[in-house]
């Protein structure tokens, strides 16, 4: 250890004296050959040159480093999830202009969700699943919804409750309608929860039973009865007219359900029917077809592959336009008695989409800016 110790310091003192040569080779030349460096003109105007432009370059250094930092600060977010994969286009909220009925059909997977919008006047028809429903208020916010006057919750299936608390909670609607058939599930319970800690009333409509907002107007069709055995038919059927417009929204009523309905004798012609339970066969038997004819039908579904051959070929035969929600949100439009159709395609309607980046590749780029 000694030896070693010693011959460490042995290393440092021969440094030592290496400087001292190089220093004194340096002084030894410049003695002799001083006279042969540059001229003070001639080196002076670059050191001028170089001190004029010194806060030019101080703020390229001091644009670079913040630039650094910003990308650290974004990385930062990619980490934190908050990074937006799909920006928003940068739209102004939206809502309908004056004498204007506007009501929207998402595109939710094989989910529902439906805004019916005027002017002064928001209700939500059913709120999706729960993993969409970020997505969805996005959308309603977006679409200028602060505040929705109303919701529907058609009846207790994940697929059109799912969403329902966090809409609850986000727009305080003054009043819920939802059929007297309860659920187990958790998203059930969640809606409860969110209407009575928001002190929401809640109403059970009775077939039959009308509601008046402004110019829309509402009659309840369904569940006739409280007895069905399938949940599907306590669905909250409604019957939605604005000036001489009609739109029939199903829920996810069977065939047994509306069986009811036509015996109700209720008027059912609709120029927009919201064909029930995603365009399967267990509903729009042929019977309760005929008695909508609409001019156009709406299937929630992620593929139009989810209408049943048989409904498919009874719309057909009434003549009806069948649009679904596979290929964006289906936006009805009424304004002076006319009734218009777009489909808002993902693009435009875009959803911001979060991701979750790794740690490691935030590291690699961490690496990369540094
Ligand atoms: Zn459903």
Known sequence: MARRRRRRGGHNFGAFWVCIVLLSILLVWLYHHGDELPPTEQWQPAVEQAVEHLPETARRIWEQIQNGAQQVIDEAKTFLNLQQTTALPAVKPETAPDGQLRVYSFQMGNADAHLIQTSDWAMLIDAGEAGQSEGLVRRLKQLGVTKLDCVVATHPHADHIGGMSEIIRVFEPAVCYLPQAAHTTDEYAQMLAALEDCQIDTVAPQAGDTTVFGDVHISFLGPVRDDYSELNDHSIVL????????????????????????????????????????????????????????????????????????????????????????????????????????????????????????????????????
């Open 239 to 370: 019957r939605l007219t604005y000036g001489s417009k009609a739109f029939l929204f199903m829920g996810d009523a069977q065939s047994a359900a509306e069986r009811d309905i036509l015996a109700s004798g209720a008027q059912l012609t609709a120029d927009v029917l919201k064909v029930g339970h995603h365009g399967s066969d267990t509903s729009s038997s042929e019977a309760f077809l005929d008695a909508v004819a609409p001019k156009y039908a709406i299937v929630c579904a992620d593929s139009i592959a989810g209408l049943s051959d048989a409904v498919d070929a009874r719309l057909q035969a009434l003549g009806t336009t069948i649009l679904c929600t596979q290929s964006g949100d289906i936006l009805f439009t009424v304004q002076d008695d006319a009734l218009s159709v777009q489909i808002i395609t993902p693009q435009a309607s875009a959803l911001p989409v979060f991701r979750w980046t790794g740690a490691a590749q935030v590291w690699d780029r961490f690496v990369k800016i540094f």
